[in-house]
Nanobody, 115 residues
Framework: QVQLVESGGGLVQPGGSLRLSCVAS????????MDWYRQAPEKEREFIAA???????TYSTSAKDRFTISRDNAKNTVYLQMNNLEFEDTAAYYC?????????WGKGTLVTVSS
């Protein structure tokens, strides 16, 4: 059974930083592309960043230049370093993997950017 557990969210002031973590289990982590998504209140879930087994990252326009995705295959963990946070980054952040055609999601971690 695939499990994804996010952590690291919290309350941060504009311009601040947070590092999110997602610990994965139930599949061979190093083989899979891992993604981060987010969902703000009353908005659709949106793609933020992905990192493949080759460690090549891809980013959405909103994340590029401020967010960095990385992975530690020895720890089955994917990270999202978020810098220079803005009010608009307030959202629940979700870890995602697609395994054998099925989408798996964590329960999310909440990031609130507020002064």
């Amino acid at each position: 059974q695939v499990q994804l557990v996010e952590s690291g969210g919290g309350l941060v002031q504009p311009g601040g930083s947070l590092r999110l973590s997602c610990v994965a289990s139930g599949f061979i982590f190093s083989f899979y592309t891992m993604d981060w998504y987010r969902q703000a209140p009353e908005k659709e879930r949106e793609f933020i960043a992905a990192i493949g087994s080759s460690r090549i990252p891809t980013y959405s326009t909103s994340a590029k230049d401020r967010f960095t995705i990385s992975r530690d295959n020895a720890k089955n963990t994917v990270y999202l370093q978020m810098n220079n946070l803005e009010f608009e980054d307030t959202a629940a952040y979700y870890c995602h993997v697609k395994d054998r055609g099925r989408d798996w999601w964590g329960k999310g971690t909440l990031v609130t950017v507020s002064s």
